[in-house]
C-alpha cells in the first residue's frame, strides 16, 4: 500500500515518512495543479492519502492579501480539487492533520462543527475536516481526523513553545510568555503523535474523530518554573483571546489504542537536557476544570417536527433535560427549536466520537416500524440507549413497547441506577472467535451485538430455532464478514465438535437453554436433553479442544423447586466437576435473575394484555424478583472474562428483589398518560406449578471482585464421583423415559442444599 503524504517536509511529515514503508511525500506548493499530482499517483493501484498541507499558525497572524489566496488554494481549494478529479477506487484511508485550535476560545467547551470565534486557521482546520467527512462518509472511504494538540520533540522544530523553553534555556535567553503563561496545555511529543498514525493506518477500520494528546496539561510557567532560576522569563500582556484551557479527550483514541502511553513533558525535558530540577511539574486532568463532560446526559432527540416537539414538551414537563434534535431534513438543520440545535446525521456521528451518548429518542412516527428500525440500529453504535415513539397507526391508538421505555423509566422500574454501558474492549475477547449457543434468544443474541462492537474476530451464532435465528441474520445483515449463522443442536457432540474445529473457537458463551416454567413443568425429557445433557456436551467439547466456557445460569438454580431451577442447577454442578477436574481450564458460571423484556418473560405479556385491551392477569400480587434489563447483564457477562479469578461462579449484582406487581402498576401509568379514561383492573390467577414467591441468587455468602456489579459465590463442592453417578442415572431413567425417578433423583441429590 503507498502512503502519500500532501503537504511540505515539516516535522511531522518528515517523521512520518522516516517510519512508514512505501511512502512518498508530495508538496502541495510545488505542483501547480491538481492534474500533476493525479499524474504522479495514477501508477498506483491503492493508496493511503494523509492530509498534512496547511500554513503554520503563525504565518497566518501576518495575513496579508497575497499570503490569503495562497493559503486559500493550498489549504481548501487545492483538497476540494482532488476530491472532485480523483478514482474513489484508489482511496484506501484517509488522515487529515487537524489542530486543538478549533475547539471554542470562549466557552472552553468541545464545540459542534458549527462552532463560532475561532481564528483564521481554525476555521481553515474546521472547513477542512467538513471537507474530509462529507467526501469519505459519501464514498463509503475510511477516514479519520486527529486533532494534534501542542506538538513538541524535533530538532527541526521552531514554532512549539516547549522548543522556545529549551533554546532560551541552552543559550541564557530571556524567554517571553503571553498571558502570564498561566494558559494550560497539553503537550504531545512527536514520537507519539507518529505511532498514532502508524496505527491508525495499519489497524483501524472506522471513522474516528480523535484528539491526540496526552490527556494531562501544565500551565506554561510552571514548564518555564522547572528551570529557573536559570531560566528567566518575562510577561508580555497581548490583546488577543486565547483558551485558557486545552487538554485533549483521550476516550476515542484509547477505544482504537488501547496501549497508547505517550511520554509526558516532564520526563523528556529531563531528558533531553540532562537537567536534575528540584521541581515537580503539576499537570491538570481535564476533569479538574469541567472542561467537558465525557458523558452527555441529556436527550437527544431524533426527529424535529411535531412528534419531537412533543416529546421535548413532555421530557421538560418531567424535569429532563434535552441536548438537541436531529432531523435529516435540511430545511430544519438551520432552525433553533426551544433554543435547541437541530443537527444533521453526520454531525451527530461526530458529536459522538467526542462525547458518549447516553439516551436518543427517535420521534418520526411516520417512518413505520422498519424503518424505525433500521434507524434504531444506525443509532445503536452511537449511544447507550435507543427508543422510539411507536409508528403513527400505533401512536393513534396509544400502544405502548419496551422500545418506549427508555433508561430514566427503567431506574425507575428496578428502584436503582442501570448499570452504564461503556465501549471500552475486553482484552481476552479481542481478536478471538467467539461461539455463542442460543444465539438467537434474548440473551444470546444481545451477547452477539455486542461482541460485534468489542472486535471479536468471528462470532459463530448458533441456535436450533430456524425462525428466530432467520430473525437474528436479517437483523445483523450489515455483519455477515464477522458472524456465522449456524442452525445446529447443542446436544450432538460431534457437530459441535466440528464446529469448534473448523472456526478454531477460542471462547464459548452457553446460552442455550430451556426457560419457560410452565412449559418445562409438562416436557421434563426435553429439559433434561437440552439444558443437563447439552451442558455436559458442551463442556465436553470445550475441555477438549481447549475453549474458554462462560456457562449463563439463573436464580431459579438456587434451592430449585421447579424443572427449569433442577436442571439448571445440574448444569452449574457439571460445570463445578470439569473445574475441579481441570484446574487449568477455564470454565466460568454466571448467575444472575429475571432479565427485563426478555422472551416469554411477564413483561412483554402485560404490555400484550394493555394493548389488546385483554385482562391484566398476575400469578400472586406478593412475587418479587430481581430483575436487569438484557443490555446489563450481557454487558456484565462480558466483564466476567476480564476478572483476575476466573473458573468460578458469578453473581450479578441486580439490586434488591422488586414485587412484580410494582412493574405492572407503573406500566399502567404510562399507559394511562395516553388514555386516562380507561380503567385497568389487575386479576390473580394463582401461582404456576414451579414458581416460587422469591428466588435467592446464592447459597451461601457472595464476595466482592473488582467490579461492583459482579460478585463471587462459593457454592458446596460435590464429590466428582457421586456427580458422575448421578449423570449416568440421569442418561439411564432419560432412555427409558422415567421421568418420575429423573425428578426424585435430583432431589435426592440436591437435598442437603435445601
Excluded: W
Excluded at 445 to 468: G, V
Excluded at 661 to 685: C, G, T, V
Aim: proline share 2%; hydrophobic share 40%; net charge positive.
Amino acid at each position: 500500500m503507498k502512503t502519500i503524504i500532501l503537504g511540505k517536509e515539516s516535522i511531522l511529515t518528515t517523521r512520518l515518512k522516516e517510519n512508514l514503508k512505501n511512502c512518498e511525500i508530495i508538496s502541495t506548493r510545488k505542483i501547480e495543479n491538481v492534474e500533476i499530482l493525479l499524474n504522479k499517483i495514477k501508477k498506483y493501484k491503492k493508496i493511503n492519502l494523509i492530509f498534512n498541507n496547511f500554513y503554520p499558525s503563525k504565518k497566518l497572524g501576518l495575513v496579508n492579501e497575497n499570503i490569503y489566496s495562497q493559503f486559500y488554494d493550498q489549504s481548501i481549494n487545492f483538497n476540494a480539487k482532488l476530491f472532485g478529479l480523483i478514482n474513489k477506487k484508489k482511496i484506501n484511508k484517509v488522515i487529515y492533520t487537524s489542530s486543538a485550535s478549533i475547539y471554542n476560545s470562549i466557552s472552553h467547551n468541545y464545540i459542534s462543527v458549527d462552532g463560532f470565534n475561532r481564528k483564521l486557521y481554525a476555521s481553515t482546520k474546521i472547513n477542512n475536516e467538513n471537507l474530509i467527512h462529507n467526501f469519505c462518509s459519501k464514498n463509503n472511504i475510511n477516514y479519520t481526523i486527529a486533532r494534534i494538540f501542542n506538538m513538541y520533540g524535533s530538532e527541526g522544530d521552531k514554532f512549539s513553545i516547549v522548543s522556545k523553553i529549551i533554546e532560551c534555556f541552552k543559550k541564557n535567553k530571556i524567554i517571553k510568555i503571553f498571558h502570564g503563561g498561566n494558559n494550560i496545555r497539553d503537550f504531545i511529543h512527536i514520537n507519539d503523535v507518529v505511532k498514532v498514525y502508524i496505527h491508525i493506518l495499519k489497524n483501524v477500520k472506522k471513522n474516528m474523530v480523535i484528539d491526540v494528546g496526552t490527556g494531562k496539561g501544565s500551565k506554561i510557567v510552571d514548564v518555564i518554573n522547572l528551570f529557573t532560576p536559570k531560566l528567566k522569563y518575562k510577561k508580555i500582556p497581548v490583546s488577543t483571546e486565547e483558551i485558557n484551557i486545552s487538554i485533549a479527550n483521550l476516550s476515542p483514541i484509547l477505544n482504537i489504542y488501547k496501549n497508547f502511553k505517550p511520554m509526558t513533558l516532564d520526563y523528556y525535558l529531563m531528558k533531553e537536557l540532562k537537567y536534575k530540577s528540584n521541581k515537580k511539574l503539576f499537570f491538570y486532568k481535564r476533569e479538574k476544570h469541567n472542561l467537558i463532560q465525557d458523558t452527555i446526559e441529556e436527550y437527544i432527540i431524533y426527529g424535529a417536527g411535531n412528534a419531537g416537539l412533543q416529546v421535548h414538551n413532555r421530557l421538560i414537563n418531567d424535569g429532563k433535560e434535552v441536548y438537541c434534535f436531529v432531523d435529516d431534513n435540511k430545511s430544519n438543520q438551520k432552525k433553533l427549536i426551544n433554543d435547541k440545535k437541530v443537527l444533521s446525521f453526520d454531525q451527530l456521528q461526530m458529536l459522538s466520537a467526542e462525547k458518549t451518548i447516553n439516551d436518543i429518542i427517535i420521534a418520526i412516527p411516520s417512518l413505520g416500524s422498519k424503518n424505525i428500525i433500521k434507524l434504531k440500529e444506525k443509532l445503536k453504535f452511537l449511544c447507550n440507549n435507543v427508543s422510539f415513539l411507536p409508528e403513527k397507526k400505533n401512536l393513534m391508538s396509544d400502544y405502548i413497547s419496551l422500545s418506549d421505555i427508555g433508561n430514566e423509566q427503567i431506574s425507575n422500574f428496578l428502584n436503582r441506577k442501570v448499570v452504564k454501558i461503556s465501549r471500552k474492549k475486553f482484552k481476552k475477547l479481542e481478536n478471538k472467535v467467539v461461539l455463542v449457543t442460543g444465539a438467537a434468544g434474548s440473551i444470546g443474541s444481545e451477547l452477539c451485538r455486542q461482541l460485534l462492537t468489542i472486535n471479536a474476530e468471528k462470532i459463530i451464532a448458533l441456535d436450533n430455532s430456524e425462525l428466530l435465528l432467520f430473525n437474528l441474520r436479517n437483523e445483523l445483515n450489515n455483519f455477515k464478514k464477522k458472524i456465522i449463522f449456524s442452525l445446529n443442536d447443542v446436544t450432538s457432540f460431534n457437530t459441535l465438535d466440528h464446529i469448534i474445529k473448523k472456526h478454531k473457537v477460542n471462547f464459548v458463551f452457553h446460552a442455550a437453554a430451556y426457560k419457560h416454567v410452565g412449559i418445562l413443568e409438562e416436557n421434563i425429557l426435553p429439559a433434561i436433553k437440552n439444558n443437563i445433557f447439552g451442558t455436559l456436551t458442551v463442556l465436553e467439547t470445550c475441555n477438549k479442544n481447549n475453549c474458554n466456557l462462560v456457562m449463563i445460569s439463573t436464580d431459579k438454580a438456587i434451592k430449585p423447586t421447579s424443572i427449569l431451577g433442577l436442571t439448571k442447577r445440574i448444569a452449574e454442578i457439571s460445570c463445578l466437576k470439569f473445574q475441579k477436574l481441570n484446574p487449568k481450564s477455564n470454565i466460568s458460571i454466571v448467575r444472575f435473575g429475571n432479565v427485563f423484556g426478555s422472551l416469554g418473560s411477564a413483561i412483554p405479556k402485560f404490555l400484550e394484555q394493555l394493548n389488546k385491551g385483554l385482562p391484566i392477569t398476575i400469578t400472586n400480587k406478593n412475587v418479587k424478583r430481581y430483575f436487569m434489563t438484557i443490555k446489563e447483564a450481557c454487558y456484565l457477562v462480558l466483564q466476567t472474562t476480564i476478572l483476575k479469578k476466573q473458573n468460578n461462579t458469578f453473581v450479578l449484582n441486580m439490586g434488591r428483589p422488586i414485587k412484580i406487581l410494582e412493574i405492572l402498576k407503573k406500566l399502567i401509568i404510562i399507559k394511562k398518560s395516553f388514555n386516562p379514561e380507561k380503567d385497568y383492573k389487575i386479576r390473580e390467577i394463582g401461582l404456576q406449578k414451579g414458581e416460587k414467591l422469591e428466588e435467592s441468587l446464592s447459597l451461601g455468602r457472595t464476595f466482592k471482585t473488582e467490579n461492583l456489579n459482579i460478585f463471587l459465590a462459593k457454592d458446596p463442592v460435590y464429590d466428582n464421583k457421586s456427580v458422575e453417578s448421578l449423570i449416568q442415572n440421569l442418561k439411564k431413567y432419560y432412555e427409558s423415559a422415567n421421568e418420575k425417578k429423573i425428578i426424585l433423583l435430583i432431589k435426592k441429590f440436591l437435598k442437603m442444599e435445601y
